[in-house]
């Protein structure tokens, strides 16, 4: 006769809220050990923040106060669009979209765990540039809450986008697609310089980006604490759109 514990611990899946957690762990540790990915997403962001800062080529005020909102913006779109967008393409391409969805993860706990994952790098993008900006004299007027609703949006327009931009190419036009949109962004998106400073015939457009809606709330945000609701409508129109479109062009092979 065999003794109770022969089958333990008893085979099946474990419950859903522990398969996304496993799932998004280890997507978190991955991204954390990509260096090229650490570069994109928070090396990037940070030695922006503190050159452009030190260096005396914007005209504003408080350089800090206004560079810490557009590199927020840039950290944000980096993980949720262009790491997600590369990632999701090669994921694909090597079937692990596939293999992983036929596992009792599910589609769903993949999406929930790569989406928590993300969320994570975010938080430690955000709490390494504000511990930057701090050392650099920046003080905190605005409201918290008001910049963590943008930035939630934001992920969520970007991602959405993001997972667009992998569901149409292959994960080679991917890498490179996702790339040429980040550096565009970077310099016609607010960042770094206000969008008025751009050419006339490009600041209409650039106003409607969504990295513009993003680095403009967080600047009102964190700067007067009032609620953007102009930038947030903005914002959110990007992720209805981007994942309404992500959801019928979508490709899991």
Do not use: C
């Not at 929930?112 to 003080?139: D, S």
């Not at 008001?146 to 986008?161: E, I, M, N, R």
């Not at 409508?233 to 479109?245: I, P, S, T, Y």
């Amino acid at each position: 006769m065999e003794g109770r514990g022969t089958f333990a611990p008893a085979p099946g899946a474990a419950p859903a809220l522990r398969r996304v957690a496993v799932q998004a762990a280890m997507e978190l540790r991955l991204q954390l050990r990509n260096g090229e990915q650490l570069l994109l997403t928070l090396a990037i962001p940070t030695l922006i923040l503190v050159f452009f800062s030190l260096a005396p080529v914007l005209g504003v005020r408080d350089r800090v106060a206004f560079l810490l909102p557009g590199v927020i913006g840039l950290a944000v779109m980096s993980t949720a669009f262009t790491g997600q967008a590369i990632a999701t393409g090669f994921d694909r391409r090597y079937g692990v979209l596939k293999r992983l969805g036929a596992t009792p993860l599910g589609r769903s706990g993949l999406i929930l765990g790569k989406t928590t994952a993300m969320l994570g790098v975010e938080a430690i993008q955000v709490v390494v540039l504000a511990l930057v900006a701090l050392g650099l004299g920046w003080r905190l007027h605005g409201s918290v809450a008001a910049a963590l609703l943008l930035v939630l949006l934001g992920t969520a327009a970007f991602s959405g986008l993001g997972l667009l931009l992998a569901g149409l190419l292959r994960a080679e036009a991917t890498l490179a697609a996702a790339n040429l949109v980040y550096l565009v962004l970077l310099v016609v998106g607010g960042v770094v310089f206000p969008v008025s400073d751009l050419p006339a015939a490009v600041q209409g457009p650039a106003g409607l980006l969504p990295i513009t809606a993003l680095t403009d709330g967080l600047r009102a945000a964190l700067g007067e604490g009032g609620l953007p609701t102009r930038d947030l409508a903005e914002l959110a129109a990007w992720a209805v759109l981007g994942a309404g479109l992500a959801s019928v062009t979508f490709r899991w092979e």
